[in-house]
Structures are given as C-alpha cells and as structure tokens.
C-alpha cells in the first residue's frame, strides 16, 4: 500500500472540505424545517433573536435557481444611440441625428459595435470632419482638436460608466423594494441581467427596473393657443368625415376617427380622454403631418400618468398640453418621502429641493401664479397643480398617484436617481412557485431512481468492484454538492439533470478500470499485478475522454446564459468529482481490500 | 457477469453498410432541416409564452379558436405535461401585461368554473433571439474546432481529428433530423432552444469520450503490435474496448431514461435529445469515426 497515505490524506480532506462548505445548506434546511413548524408570532421572534445566525446560513447555503424557486428573471439592455445623442446636448443636429439611426441599425444588423459603426458612417460622409464639434468636454479633456478616435474612446468610458451607474441605481431601487438575494450583474457591454427570486408582482417590477426616473417640471401650455389648436384638430376630423361623405356615399355612416377613440375636453389644457386600449390610436391621428402643423411651436402633449375613473367605470387617460421647455428637472431634488393628504388620507410624494432647485423654483411659481405647472416623470403627467403663492421653500409634492404601493415605489425611484439612459427588456422569464417546486421534486426522483438502476447494475455486473464504484459514486454526488457550494454556484433544473448525467457518466472510468483489469487477468496476472496494470493503462483512456468532455463543459459555459451556464457547472465539477473518487477512493479501497484479505475482490 | 469477454466482431469490415446506412439517415435529417426548417423555441424565435396551470382538464382545441380573435394571429397551444397545464405562444407585439390580460380575460370568460394560474412566462424579444441564435451556433463550432486542436495534439495525427469530428457533425445533424421530423408526432415540445443546444454539446462531448477511448486503444496496440497492419489493428481495438464502450452506453442510457421519465416536462426535449445523441455517439464511434480513419490513412498512405 504504499503511497496510499497520500491518497487517503486527500480524501480526507476533499471530504472535509465538503462537509464544510455543505453543513451550512444542511442546517439550513433543519432551521427551515424548525420554523415551519413554529406559529407566525413564534417564527417571527425566532428569525429576530437568531437573525444573525440565519443570515449567516443563508448567505452560504447552496442556492437554488430561478427555475426551482420561482422568481423573476429579466435582461435590460441600456439605450447606447439615445445615451450617445443626449451626451451631444444641444450640439446634436441633423446629421448626428442620422449618423446615429445608420449607426444603431447597421450594428445591430452586423452585430458590431455601435460607437465603431457611428465613426465610421460619420467619416464616410465627410473624411475630414470631426465628431469633436458635439461632444467638447472640458472636463474630460476633449477639445475641438481632439480627433475621431479619441471620441470613440471618449465615448466607450461613458458608455461603461452608464452601465455601472445604471447597475448601481437597478441595486438601490430593487434592494428598496426589498427582494432577498437578488443577482444584478453585467452582460456584455450594455446589458444587466436581473434576478429577482420569489417575486410574484411583475408589472411593479417591470416599471421599477424601466422607469428612467426623469423628473421635469413644465409649465402647461398657453392656455389659448391651445385651445385654438384643439379646436381646429376637431374640425380638422369633422372636416375629414364630411369629405369622406361626399367622396363616397357607401360611407355616410362613417364616424369621425378622432371623436371614436377620444372623449373631448372642455379644460384649457386638455386635448381629451381616451381608455387605455384607444391611447395608441390617438397619438397615430395626432401625429400626422397636417395635425403636427397646426400644433404651437413650444407645446407638446403628454398623457396622464394614472387615469380617472369615467363612467361605468371604465379607465380614462387624460391628453395634455405642456410647453416643450423644461423649466426644472430632478436633478434638484434633495429629499423624498411619501404623506398622506391630512384631508383626504391620498397617498403623495412631497419632495424637497436644494437651494440652487428651491431659488428656481420659486421664481417659476412667482412667475405662474393662478397657472397650472405640470410635474412629469419619464413621459408621463402626474398632476399639473395651480400655483397658488409663489413657493420659496423649495418643496413641490407629486400627486394623483395610483395608492401607496406607487407612492412608495416613486420614492425609491427618484432616491435612486435618473438612469443616464433608457432601459429596455430584452427578454423577461418568470417561474411560479408551484412549478419550481414541482421541478426539485422531480430532479430529486430522477437523482434517486438514476442512482439506483446504476448502482444495481454496476453490483451485478463487476460484483465487489462495481460495489466499490457505487461507493465512489455516492461520494461522487455528494463532492459535487459541496464543489457548488464552495464555488457559491446555483443550483437549476438543467443543473440536476447534469447531476444526474454525472451518475451515468461517473461510472466510465471505473468501467475502463475494471475492464482493463479483466483483461490483464485473461493474460494470465495475479489479481495484485492485473489491478496495478489495469490502474496504470486505463489512465491515458480516462484523461483523454474527461479532457474532452471538460472543454466542452467550458464552452458551454462561456456561451450559455442563465440555466445554461448551470448545466455546465454541474457537468464540471462532476467530471472534477467522478474522475477523483473514480480513481483514487476506489483505488484505496480496492487495495485496501486486496491487502485484507487476498481472494476478496471479485471484478465479476 | 461478463460480455463480450473475447469478441472478434468485424467492425471495419461492415464499415460499408454502416456507410449507406448513415448517409441515409444523413441527407435525410439534411433534407428534412433544409425543407422543413428547424422548429425553433422561444429563445431561438422570439415572442412571449405563458403556461397556464387549470383546476380541470382544458381543451386546447377550445382554446385555440377562442384565443385566435383577441390576440390577433392564432397562437400555438399545447398541452405541458398534464392535461389541465396549457402552455401558450403568440407573437402578438403588445406589451406583455397587456398580452397576459388578454388571455386572462378570455379563459376566464371561456372557462368561468375553471380558476387558474400563471405558473411560468417567458418573453422574449426578436432582437434578443437572435443573439441567443449566433451565440449557440458560435457555441457548437468552437467545441468542434477545439476538440479537433486537442486531438490533434493528443494523437499527433491529424485523420484522428477528422475522424472524430465527422462523427460528431454526424450526429449532431442526424439528432437535429430527427428533431425535425418528429416534432409533430410526439406529445412534448422538440423545438429547438437554449437547452437542445447543451444537449447537443453533451452529445458531442459523450460521443468523443467513446471515439477517444478507442483512438487510445489503437495507439496503444500500434505501439505493442508494431507489424500489423492498420485495419486488423483498429478493428482489434475496437473490440477490446467493446464491453467498456457498451456497458458505458448501458448506464448512461439507464440515467436519461429516467430523466425522460421523471424529468418533468421541462427536460423532456433536453432528455430525449440525449436520448437519441447516446445511441447515435455509440453507434458512431464504432462504426463512423475509425472507419474514417482506416479510410484516410490508406488514403494519404498511397499518395
């Protein structure tokens, strides 16, 4: 037995190791199992006294995915053509505008870079101009001398930096909505991937990750320019279905377009109402040619944030005219907090704003007494009070919301800040808690019954050797486990099906063993030297197929994503596991065994 | 217990059949990809799927008509797992809660006595699909690239390379034909997806640790058996390495069956691609991969 010490000293504390790195996820589920049992006002007492110590457990428990635990999982991707026209600010023209629509189509079409994409159409209008003209910055040391290149590193640093600061904003706004264990990590350099377990309200998660939080404050529209601009919209439609009569009397019923999907409004400020599902339309009439030249120069039309309740009952959203010039933006918000209006008890969000913000503001209001300001946030109206007194405390409040839970998650979100760009999900999977829990008890079967078939078979057909190799095998499983755990791997579906793959697989080096020792004994070996031989000439085999299967491993690794990458892991560290217990446990005990006593293995 | 203690079967010697039969299956999977196109999945396709979780059996024939209206364009229904579990796909353009509102509303209307949850969405958008698309494609050309480097490496012989990675395409395309094919005639999903694809690198990772063992065993024997000729030599390594190569199949075979079976209905395209690809890799590295080998060294032999 010599140099078994060595071997049995890494077993020792391969095992060891395990059972370090998997007694938190044993006591975890003991604790889970203790507190089920225990009455809501017990648990309650219980998580608070042993909170640390629960924690503490929680955070090295070997966690399981999305798809086992129910949760939500979305990938967003950060707006990089819209990022690139704002940081132009007011340089931005014509021409960069159209670089930057060829640039963002063209790399998504070739799956090249945008910046590298937007250089190179803007040099191939013109070799000699330079990008420099819309992005000087002092500040970043980009002058009018700087050339193209520069930009389009300038450029790529804002563009990480937007990412990491869009990261950092995501954490604050989820951890405030107070999901345990979420995972927000980059991808690529535009996209973050979301993991949210366990929740169940996905339109709240939805607008909580996309919301860029753009707080402006604009003053509504001059009431009678667009009163006149209203009016004429209307007989613009009247117009329009009179002409429709004339030209073809089979269309005499015909309604006007406008009047179906849009309630009209007496409000000076006011275009109309329209139900959620007509709120598309609307803007497809307003926005045609003829209509957008009637509108006044400096008014735009925004939507209400939250609609009123119409008649039966039905949702209706308001359209309203603001001025395009934006008097105030967040950026000067200091403080935020949810009240409650003392005589209804409505929920609202009273802001604060610091001194430069509260000097404006007070200005604004001093200038608009007895004028509606409207507040809106990423597009949308929220209220548009009348000023009353000029406002030099510097305090505004945003009402109109739609409950607490709205209240609560705008607070959150203008706390956390604007995103320096526009989000958008990609791709967005959701797992109800039911079917997680469905997919762990099937994995556990296919684990157990997969097991046993193999474990059977391998006793019948190598008799003491393949009971050996069950042993290995046993092990085997439990290594992977602790291998996850040490890794802070998770756990997914395709994760056990590697597991259980494993078991199948596992066996084939001890295959390769046990056959070449056969063999050697067909040659005529005494069983000491035909295991000695068969160790010894399996080796080569066994290292060539585990290699290749490990790089396949890596590959799926590096290209896969979520549940994917899972499965990989697995597959790894059952190769690392399998190729470890196959060759050095059984090898120890097989000698062990040998040595003991000298006819006791039996390799079938 | 013990097979094939001695075998001696020919294995190059029917290396012709095995070359008709597998051109067959071949160009028909080829065929069949080519006319009938890949069924692709959600991740690959883009979209928005929603399963629904009733108190009763539904019928999905009911559904579909009823769905087909509000949503636009008819929308793929199908069964998941149990007859009361509907998974729904559509590709209405809607923003997913508004989507999920529609079809909400018309099972509660079609199916007033029959609550219901939302186990599971996915949505996925068209421009996302597509880079899951190129980067599974990317994924299966550099296992490919990388295994032939390593063998090369390993073996110094470049024929051993080829040999192994044209078993390999072999049975990648061959699982993917038959994916094709049987898409419609069994009762679970075979669309292809982000998990076919491990399958399929599974596959390929399975059916090279058989290809290897017996390329290990020939340079074995080539060192041991310096006179023999190449062919009698690949065929006796074949052949030692046979009990290994099947009860190694034999297990494996054990271990996705029971996945097949109780898996759940998410593993079970993943399983029953592993399935195929099990029998399929065994098939091929007895009778494809060191075929090849035999054949391209007489060929690079005589030149």
């Given at each position: 037995m010599q140099g078994n010490g060595f071997k049995i000293g890494c077993i020792v504390a391969f095992l060891a190791l395990t059972i370090y790195y998997l007694y938190p996820t044993v006591v975890w589920s003991l604790e889970q199992n203790y507190m089920e049992e225990l009455s809501p006002s017990e648990r309650a007492q219980y998580q608070e006294e042993e909170q640390q110590k629960l924690e503490?457990?929680?955070?090295?428990?070997?966690?399981?995915?999305?798809?086992?635990?129910?949760?939500?999982?979305?990938?967003?991707?950060?707006?990089?053509?819209?990022?690139?026209?704002?940081?132009?600010?007011?340089?931005?023209?014509?021409?960069?505008?159209?670089?930057?629509?060829v640039a963002a189509e063209r790399s998504l079409e070739n799956d090249t870079d945008f910046i590298d994409e937007m250089v190179a159409e803007f040099e191939s209008r013109d070799p000699d101009a330079r990008l420099s003209r819309y992005y000087r910055n002092d500040a970043m040391d980009i002058t009018r001398r700087s050339t193209n290149e520069e930009i389009a590193t300038f450029l790529k640093t804002q563009r990480q930096s937007a990412l990491d600061r869009a990261i950092e904003i995501i954490r604050t706004r989820v951890d405030r909505y107070g999901v345990t264990e979420p995972s927000i990590v980059k991808q690529g350099n535009n996209r973050i991937v979301v993991e949210l377990p366990g929740v169940e309200d996905k339109e709240r998660v939805r607008s909580l990750l996309k919301g860029t939080a753009r707080l402006e404050f604009r003053l509504a529209a001059d009431a009678q320019e667009f009163r006149g601009f209203v009016n004429s919209v209307y007989e613009y439609y009247d117009d329009y279905t009179e002409s429709a009569d004339t030209a073809d009397s089979a269309a005499s019923n015909q309604f006007n377009p406008l009047e179906e999907v849009l309630v009209p409004a007496q409000s000076p400020y006011l275009v109309g109402y329209a139900t959620p599902e007509d709120t598309a339309r609307v803007m497809d009439l307003l926005t045609t040619e003829e209509i957008q030249r009637m509108m006044p120069r400096s008014t735009t039309m925004m939507w209400s944030a939250n609609p009123l309740e119409g008649q039966g009952g039905s949702d209706?959203?308001?359209?309203?005219?603001?001025?395009?010039?934006?008097?105030?933006?967040?950026?000067?918000?200091?403080?935020?907090?949810?009240?409650?209006?003392?005589?209804?008890?409505?929920?609202?969000?009273?802001?604060?704003?610091?001194?430069?913000?509260?000097?404006?503001?007070?200005?604004?209001?001093?200038?608009?007494?007895?004028?509606?300001?409207?507040?809106?946030?990423d597009g949308f109206v929220f209220s548009y009070p009348n000023v009353n007194t000029k406002i030099s405390n510097g305090r505004s409040s945003i009402t109109g919301l739609d409950g607490v839970d709205e209240a609560e998650d705008l607070v959150n979100i203008l706390l956390s800040g604007a995103l320096p760009a526009p989000l958008e999900i990609l791709e967005e999977r959701t797992v109800g808690a039911t079917l997680g829990a469905e997919s762990i008890?099937?994995?556990?079967?296919?684990?157990?019954?997969?097991?046993?078939?193999?474990?059977?078979?391998?006793?019948?057909?190598?008799?003491?050797?393949?009971?050996?190799?069950?042993?290995?095998?046993?092990?085997?499983?439990?290594?992977?486990?602790?291998?996850?755990?040490?890794?802070?791997?998770?756990?997914?579906?395709?994760?056990?099906?590697?597991?259980?793959?494993?078991?199948?697989?596992?066996?084939?080096?001890?295959?390769?063993?046990?056959?070449?020792?056969r063999e050697e004994q067909r040659t005529g070996k005494t069983l000491k030297a035909s295991i000695e031989a068969g160790y010894a000439n399996a080796m080569s085999a066994i290292v060539d197929a585990n290699v290749t299967t490990f790089f396949v491993a890596i590959i799926l690794f590096s290209f896969g994503v979520g549940p994917i990458k899972g499965f990989a892991v697995t597959l790894m560290a059952g190769i690392v596991a399998s190729l470890f217990s196959a060759i050095v446990i059984t090898r120890v005990v097989v000698d062990y065994l040998t040595q003991a006593k000298k006819s006791a293995v039996s390799f079938g | 217990?013990?097979?094939?203690?001695?075998?001696?079967?020919?294995?190059?010697?029917?290396?012709?059949?095995?070359?008709?039969?597998?051109?067959?299956?071949?160009?028909?999977?080829?065929?069949?990809?080519?006319?009938?196109?890949?069924?692709?999945?959600?991740?690959?396709?883009?979209?928005?799927?929603?399963?629904?979780?009733?108190?009763?059996?539904?019928?999905?024939?009911?559904?579909?008509?009823?769905?087909?209206?509000?949503?636009?364009?008819?929308?793929?229904?199908?069964?998941?797992?149990?007859?009361?579990?509907?998974?729904?796909?559509?590709?209405?353009?809607?923003?997913?809660?508004?989507?999920?509102?529609?079809?909400?509303?018309?099972?509660?209307?079609?199916?007033?006595?029959?609550?219901?949850?939302?186990?599971?969405?996915?949505?996925?958008?068209?421009?996302?699909?597509?880079?899951?698309?190129?980067?599974?494609?990317?994924?299966?050309?550099?296992?490919?690239?990388?295994?032939?480097?390593?063998?090369?490496?390993r073996f110094?012989?470049?024929?051993?390379?080829?040999?192994?990675?044209?078993?390999?395409?072999?049975d990648v395309v061959i699982v993917l034909g038959i994916f094709t094919l049987m898409a419609d005639l069994v009762p679970f999903?075979?669309?292809?997806?982000?998990?076919?694809?491990?399958?399929?690198?599974?596959?390929?990772?399975?059916?090279?640790?058989?290809?290897?063992?017996?390329?290990?065993?020939?340079?074995?024997n080539s060192n041991v058996h310096k006179g023999m000729d190449f062919m009698p030599m690949v065929n006796k390594s074949l052949n030692d390495t046979l009990s290994?190569?099947?009860?190694?199949?034999?297990?494996?075979?054990?271990?996705?069956?029971?996945?097949?079976?109780f898996g759940g209905e998410v593993l079970k395209g993943f399983s029953f691609a592993l399935l195929i690809g099990i029998v399929l890799g065994t098939y091929s590295s007895l009778f494809v991969a060191s075929s090849l080998v035999v054949e391209l060294e007489a060929r690079t032999k005589k030149s």
């Amino acid at each position: 037995m010599q140099g078994n010490g060595f071997k049995i000293g890494c077993i020792v504390a391969f095992l060891a190791l395990t059972i370090y790195y998997l007694y938190p996820t044993v006591v975890w589920s003991l604790e889970q199992n203790y507190m089920e049992e225990l009455s809501p006002s017990e648990r309650a007492q219980y998580q608070e006294e042993e909170q640390q110590k629960l924690e503490e457990l929680r955070t090295n428990t070997l966690s399981l995915g999305l798809d086992l635990q129910g949760g939500m999982h979305v990938t967003l991707e950060v707006g990089v053509p819209q990022l690139i026209r704002e940081l132009a600010g007011e340089n931005a023209d014509q021409l960069l505008n159209d670089v930057i629509d060829v640039a963002a189509e063209r790399s998504l079409e070739n799956d090249t870079d945008f910046i590298d994409e937007m250089v190179a159409e803007f040099e191939s209008r013109d070799p000699d101009a330079r990008l420099s003209r819309y992005y000087r910055n002092d500040a970043m040391d980009i002058t009018r001398r700087s050339t193209n290149e520069e930009i389009a590193t300038f450029l790529k640093t804002q563009r990480q930096s937007a990412l990491d600061r869009a990261i950092e904003i995501i954490r604050t706004r989820v951890d405030r909505y107070g999901v345990t264990e979420p995972s927000i990590v980059k991808q690529g350099n535009n996209r973050i991937v979301v993991e949210l377990p366990g929740v169940e309200d996905k339109e709240r998660v939805r607008s909580l990750l996309k919301g860029t939080a753009r707080l402006e404050f604009r003053l509504a529209a001059d009431a009678q320019e667009f009163r006149g601009f209203v009016n004429s919209v209307y007989e613009y439609y009247d117009d329009y279905t009179e002409s429709a009569d004339t030209a073809d009397s089979a269309a005499s019923n015909q309604f006007n377009p406008l009047e179906e999907v849009l309630v009209p409004a007496q409000s000076p400020y006011l275009v109309g109402y329209a139900t959620p599902e007509d709120t598309a339309r609307v803007m497809d009439l307003l926005t045609t040619e003829e209509i957008q030249r009637m509108m006044p120069r400096s008014t735009t039309m925004m939507w209400s944030a939250n609609p009123l309740e119409g008649q039966g009952g039905s949702d209706l959203y308001q359209l309203i005219g603001v001025r395009t010039q934006v008097e105030l933006t967040g950026d000067v918000i200091e403080a935020a907090s949810v009240q409650f209006d003392p005589a209804t008890n409505v929920p609202e969000v009273s802001m604060t704003m610091n001194s430069e913000g509260a000097r404006k503001w007070g200005r604004i209001t001093g200038a608009n007494i007895g004028k509606p300001v409207a507040i809106v946030l990423d597009g949308f109206v929220f209220s548009y009070p009348n000023v009353n007194t000029k406002i030099s405390n510097g305090r505004s409040s945003i009402t109109g919301l739609d409950g607490v839970d709205e209240a609560e998650d705008l607070v959150n979100i203008l706390l956390s800040g604007a995103l320096p760009a526009p989000l958008e999900i990609l791709e967005e999977r959701t797992v109800g808690a039911t079917l997680g829990a469905e997919s762990i008890q099937a994995g556990l079967n296919s684990i157990l019954f997969g097991l046993g078939i193999v474990a059977i078979f391998m006793i019948i057909y190598y008799r003491t050797g393949g009971g050996i190799a069950d042993l290995a095998l046993l092990l085997n499983i439990i290594f992977i486990l602790g291998i996850l755990a040490a890794f802070k791997a998770t756990l997914t579906l395709p994760g056990i099906a590697g597991i259980v793959l494993t078991i199948g697989m596992a066996v084939d080096a001890n295959v390769l063993i046990f056959d070449r020792i056969r063999e050697e004994q067909r040659t005529g070996k005494t069983l000491k030297a035909s295991i000695e031989a068969g160790y010894a000439n399996a080796m080569s085999a066994i290292v060539d197929a585990n290699v290749t299967t490990f790089f396949v491993a890596i590959i799926l690794f590096s290209f896969g994503v979520g549940p994917i990458k899972g499965f990989a892991v697995t597959l790894m560290a059952g190769i690392v596991a399998s190729l470890f217990s196959a060759i050095v446990i059984t090898r120890v005990v097989v000698d062990y065994l040998t040595q003991a006593k000298k006819s006791a293995v039996s390799f079938g | 217990m013990r097979w094939f203690e001695t075998p001696n079967f020919d294995f190059n010697g029917a290396r012709k059949v095995a070359y008709i039969f597998s051109a067959i299956l071949f160009l028909a999977s080829l065929g069949a990809i080519l006319t009938k196109g890949l069924q692709y999945g959600i991740d690959f396709k883009g979209g928005k799927e929603f399963v629904l979780d009733f108190e009763n059996p539904v019928s999905v024939v009911d559904m579909r008509s009823d769905l087909s209206v509000p949503l636009g364009a008819t929308p793929e229904l199908k069964l998941f797992g149990s007859d009361s579990e509907i998974l729904i796909r559509t590709d209405n353009e809607q923003p997913i809660s508004e989507v999920q509102q529609i079809i909400t509303s018309s099972m509660t209307e079609l199916y007033p006595d029959n609550p219901f949850t939302v186990i599971k969405t996915d949505v996925v958008g068209p421009r996302f699909a597509e880079d899951l698309k190129s980067g599974a494609l990317q994924a299966i050309i550099y296992a490919i690239v990388i295994i032939f480097i390593y063998i090369l490496i390993r073996f110094r012989n470049w024929t051993f390379s080829a040999g192994a990675v044209a078993a390999l395409i072999h049975d990648v395309v061959i699982v993917l034909g038959i994916f094709t094919l049987m898409a419609d005639l069994v009762p679970f999903s075979l669309q292809v997806d982000q998990a076919i694809i491990a399958a399929f690198l599974t596959i390929v990772g399975y059916s090279l640790n058989d290809t290897v063992v017996v390329f290990d065993r020939i340079r074995e024997n080539s060192n041991v058996h310096k006179g023999m000729d190449f062919m009698p030599m690949v065929n006796k390594s074949l052949n030692d390495t046979l009990s290994r190569t099947v009860i190694t199949s034999i297990t494996t075979l054990f271990v996705v069956t029971v996945l097949f079976i109780f898996g759940g209905e998410v593993l079970k395209g993943f399983s029953f691609a592993l399935l195929i690809g099990i029998v399929l890799g065994t098939y091929s590295s007895l009778f494809v991969a060191s075929s090849l080998v035999v054949e391209l060294e007489a060929r690079t032999k005589k030149s």
